[in-house]
């Protein structure tokens, strides 16, 4: 590029950019200062770039630099400057543009490679942090190989252990079976010899028996001669010498052996062997009977327990088995009373059993639920009752504390007050004075008491004597009413009785005249 | 405890009269009879040679005196001392005599066990039952008394022969499945017998009272099997003692296990309570050994020992048995059950000095009782749910659901004399210990 006019001295087109910065770098003004620094940053800047500049354009070869120039910004897509004829000179305004978008371009330039380099920073690290990656997955892959093939290899080593033993264990159960084979050949061959010796033996028995016969018979035959009672005598053959015969243990005399003897005989057997067995099958069924009480009396419970009363039902699946279980349990009910009466019957027991089987499957699955139920409800319980018990706790303690105060408060007067009683006062007149006080007041309280007292007393006297003058006249009074009543009597008498003259009976006794008077 | 005066007797033969007023020992040829609650002596006998077994017969009247050597047997009556009786088996032998329930039948077994003699003290009659299996329990009669089943073995195989014990008919005669029979018993309410195998061979058979095969129960094979059987009063429960270690109970309705109790070593059930006995003995200081003190106060020498309670988990001592030898010491070798059916009691032959106690109710372990010294024999109190047992020392331990206790048997001289056997009588509430 831009090879096509090369003026003379031209600078390698290679260093442009450095030129074009330095230019840049010349006619910077103070503002700029900042965007000159990271250009800095981004290239360094030959010092050599000066004195090239110098090198490029002089005043004689103007407008072949024009002309380069424009080359080179046609190629880049700007548009070019044009010399003015009229004094050979450029004018600035294009040259300006031409500048300002060289510097755009050259901005553009810096900041893709300011990216770029960034980009390429990040590439570096990434790459860096992909080979130590890559670095490590690859150590770890060789530690897995090689753990895998330790493991391998101890996998291999039990699976030679597996094998042999059990090759062992099956030499050990050929080795049982041998023996046990060796065993069952040696018991038959002990079986028969013992068998061969036993006959021999029994056969030895039978001579030594028939031996013994034989001299006690021929003793026999010999003593027969003897006297008869001679025979007990000999010890040779078996005799019992028994001074008298003793009676039965029972008490019953001996009975001939007939075919009805035995015939009895059986006959008792069998009745034993019957009785036992009669015996056997009443506790049996008594068992079997008291079993099936339990089992319906726990079947009755269960069914109450799984139909409780309908308001406290809890939860909706709860509900339905509740009450397909209260259907089914008047079901039972009215199967139970079936039941007691077939009691024997294979039926019923199936029945039984089969109800008692669905009924504590349905227990046990109640009772799950009502325990993950439960442990459901505790979780929230604990977690409200803890907020209501802080709540009802707050105020407690508020109350408690107010308490508190005042009982305190009540105790501190007291304290005041005890304190100012028994503290004793500064001056000991002061003291005396006020238990003067004390007493005086006490005093005129005695005084005034007693002034009531003996105004009392004063009083008590003077209705007392009172009385007495009262009573006193009181009885002249009745005296002298009772002598003008005897007197009146008298008069009366005197009056009613037709003996006018006699009047000395009347007189000694009025009384008596009267009543005589009444009854003539 | 009041403890009565010691007496001697001879080859552990002392027994208490079945009504309870008696008591007879054995010393040498003498039987001497003895008022129960007062121990004078009622009645002396002599018999014809050392006696070797000793039995009252059922109703108390009458006392036999076996002596095998000369295989006699002697009877003796309470009522009538001068009555006398005498049964002389001859060349034939003797080897083992006792009584039917009835009392008035004598069953004795020949040598060589070639046949089974029933002598009648009623009658003339005498009954031979051929061919008696030797085994460990071959005869055994029901509780009332009815009938008696008897093993018997012709041509290399088991047969039970059902008798009535009324006139001795043979009300049944069966074949038995087991390969050796080893013993029979019956179960207390007297209609199911059970029969078990040698212990080579694991297996229980019941058999109904006429002859009918009810059920068969086997635990495992090849190892050892049953080493002993134990019905429960009530019939429920029978319970199975083996080798292995383990007791397996049995329910009288399907005759199948319900439980098997086993006794570890390690003892890690907390329900259980251990009670180990703690000797103490008292310490001597040189001046009170002097000969006079010896010979004396024996009490120098007598330990006191207490229960004390371990606490859980507990380790009870096995003593490993030796492989090399027959029978070995090892498995359940008795089992008892008490009289209300409520507790077992075992003892596990490679533990000797444990006894095992079982709640039967709960069906689990209720009790170990730990010993000082092996325990030689215990036994259950008829009325109570009280157990007592003997270590062969000079004490005698109880143990109650509420509690242990030891007591000391007093004893004169200096030899501590064990006790090698115990009988709780009845009526009594007394338990007589014979050393």
């Given at each position: 590029m831009g090879d096509w006019w090369t003026p003379t001295m031209?600078?390698?087109?290679?260093?442009d950019t450095k030129e074009l910065s330095s230019i840049s770098g010349i006619s910077?003004?103070?503002?700029r200062q900042n965007l000159h620094h990271s250009l800095h940053s981004t290239m360094a800047l030959p010092k050599t770039s000066y004195s090239v500049l110098s090198a490029f354009c002089t005043e004689e070869n103007i407008s072949q630099c024009i002309a380069y120039i424009n080359q080179e910004v046609c190629s880049l897509g700007l548009t070019g400057v044009s010399l003015e004829?009229?004094?050979?000179?450029?004018?600035?305004v294009p040259v300006l543009n031409l500048l300002y978008e060289v510097l755009q371009l050259q901005r553009r330039a810096q900041r893709a490679l300011h990216e770029l380099e960034t980009q390429q920073l990040k590439n570096g690290s990434d790459l860096e942090h992909l080979q130590h990656s890559n670095c490590r997955l690859k150590d770890q892959l060789e530690h897995t190989r090689r753990d895998n093939s330790g493991l391998h290899e101890g996998e291999r080593q039990l699976q030679l252990k597996i094998k042999t033993l059990q090759n062992w264990l099956k030499s050990e159960k050929e080795e049982v079976q041998k023996l046990q084979s060796i065993i069952s050949s040696r018991a038959t061959q002990y079986n028969h010899d013992t068998k061969r010796k036993e006959r021999e033996c029994t056969k030895l028995k039978e001579r030594l028996n028939q031996l013994l016969m034989d001299k006690r018979d021929k003793k026999l035959c010999e003593s027969?001669?003897?006297?008869?009672?001679?025979i007990l005598c000999l010890h040779l053959c078996s005799a019992i010498e028994i001074s008298n015969h003793v009676g039965r243990s029972d008490g019953k005399r001996g009975l001939w052996k007939t075919g009805k003897m035995e015939a009895r005989h059986e006959g008792e057997m069998y009745r034993a062997l019957l009785s036992d067995y009669e015996t056997r099958q009443r506790s049996l069924m008594m068992e079997n009977s008291e079993l099936k009480k339990v089992l319906q009396h726990m079947k009755k419970d269960m069914i109450t327990i799984l139909s409780p009363?309908?308001?406290?039902?809890?939860t909706e699946p709860a509900n339905d088995s509740l009450e397909q279980a209260v259907s089914e349990g008047e079901e039972e009910i009215g199967d139970s009373s079936r039941e007691t009466l077939e009691q024997s019957c294979e039926q019923a027991r199936e029945q039984l059993t089969n109800s008692i089987r669905l009924q504590w499957r349905k227990l046990k699955s109640h009772m799950e639920r009502l325990d993950s139920q439960a442990s459901l409800v505790a979780c929230q319980e604990r977690e409200g009752e803890e907020m209501m018990s802080r709540k009802e706790h707050e105020e407690e303690m508020q109350r408690m504390r107010m308490e508190l105060q005042q009982c305190k408060e009540f105790i501190h007067m007291q304290q005041q007050l005890l304190q100012q009683q028994l503290?004793?006062?500064?001056?000991e007149e002061t003291a005396a004075l006020l238990n003067d006080c004390y007493t005086l007041e006490e005093k005129e309280r005695l005084k005034e008491e007693w002034r009531l007292f003996n105004e009392q007393k004063r009083n008590f006297e003077q209705e007392r004597k009172n009385f007495t003058e009262a009573a006193i006249r009181l009885g002249h009074e009745r005296k002298a009413f009772e002598e003008d009543r005897a007197a009146w009597l008298k008069t009366q008498f005197l009056n009613m009785t037709?003996?006018?003259?006699?009047?000395r009976p009347a007189l000694s006794e009025p009384h008596s005249a009267l009543s005589v008077g009444e009854c003539p | 405890m009041n403890f009565s005066e010691v007496f001697k007797q001879s080859n552990q033969l002392c027994k208490v009269s079945p009504d309870g007023k008696y008591l007879a020992t054995c010393v040498q040829y003498r039987l001497v009879v003895r008022d129960?609650?007062?121990?004078?002596?009622?009645h002396l006998y002599t018999c014809?040679?050392?006696?070797?077994h000793m039995e009252w017969s059922s109703d108390s009247l009458f006392i036999l005196c076996a002596m095998y050597k000369r295989g006699l047997v002697q009877v003796w009556s309470l009522e009538q001392p001068d009555w006398h009786c005498k049964i002389d088996e001859g060349?034939?032998?003797?080897?083992s005599s006792r009584w039917s329930p009835d009392g008035r039948h004598i069953l004795n077994t020949t040598e060589f066990n070639l046949r089974v003699t029933v002598w009648s003290l009623c009658t003339k009659a005498v009954s031979y039952i051929k061919y008696p299996k030797a085994c460990q329990k071959g005869v055994d009669f029901t509780a009332d008394g009815r009938y008696m089943a008897l093993a018997e073995r012709r041509e290399c195989k088991d047969y039970i022969s059902v008798f009535v014990?009324?006139?001795?008919?043979?009300l049944r005669h069966f074949e038995s499945?087991?390969?050796?029979?080893?013993g029979l018993e019956w179960s207390p309410n007297c209609c199911v017998l059970a029969v078990w195998d040698n212990c080579l061979e694991y297996k229980i058979l019941l058999y109904s009272l006429?002859?009918?095969?009810?059920s068969s129960y086997s635990a495992y094979e090849w190892s050892l099997g049953i080493k002993s059987v134990a019905w429960s009063p009530s019939s429920q429960f029978l319970a199975v003692g083996s080798y292995d270690e383990k007791v397996r109970i049995l329910n009288?309705?399907?005759?199948?296990?319900i439980t098997e109790f086993e006794h570890p070593?390690?003892?890690?059930?907390?329900?259980a309570v251990v009670f180990k006995e703690v000797e103490k003995r008292p310490v001597v200081g040189?001046?009170?050994?002097?000969i006079h003190q010896l010979t004396v106060d024996n009490s120098l020498f007598s330990t006191q020992s207490k229960y004390e309670i371990t606490q859980l988990p507990a380790q009870v001592p096995v003593i490993k048995p030796d492989?090399?030898?027959?029978?070995?010491?090892?498995?359940?070798s008795a089992l008892a059950f008490s009289a209300d059916n409520r507790f077992l009691a075992t003892k596990n032959d490679n533990m000797p000095q444990s006894l095992w106690v079982w709640d039967m109710q709960r069906l689990s372990l209720l009790a170990v009782l730990e010993q000082t010294a092996p325990v030689r024999c215990f036994v259950w109190d008829p009325r109570r749910p009280r157990l007592a047992l003997c270590t062969g020392n000079t004490k005698v331990y109880l143990w109650s659901p509420a509690g242990c206790v030891s007591v000391n048997v007093p004893v004169e001289g200096m030899d501590p004399v064990s006790p090698h056997s115990l009988f709780q009588d009845c009526p009594a509430y007394s338990l007589a210990v014979w050393c």
């Open positions: 031209m600078p390698d087109p290679s260093l910077m003004s103070p503002s004829s009229k004094s050979g000179s450029l004018s600035a027969f001669q003897m006297s008869y009672f001679c009363k309908k308001p406290c039902i809890k503290s004793s006062p500064c001056d037709p003996f006018v003259d006699r009047k | 129960f609650n007062s121990l004078q002596i009622v014809l040679d050392p006696v070797m060349s034939i032998g003797l080897v014990c009324d006139d001795w008919h043979l499945e087991t390969q050796d029979l080893a006429d002859g009918r095969l009810l009288h309705i399907t005759w199948k296990k070593a390690t003892i890690i059930n907390t329900k040189s001046e009170d050994l002097s492989p090399d030898r027959a029978n070995p010491k090892i498995g359940i």
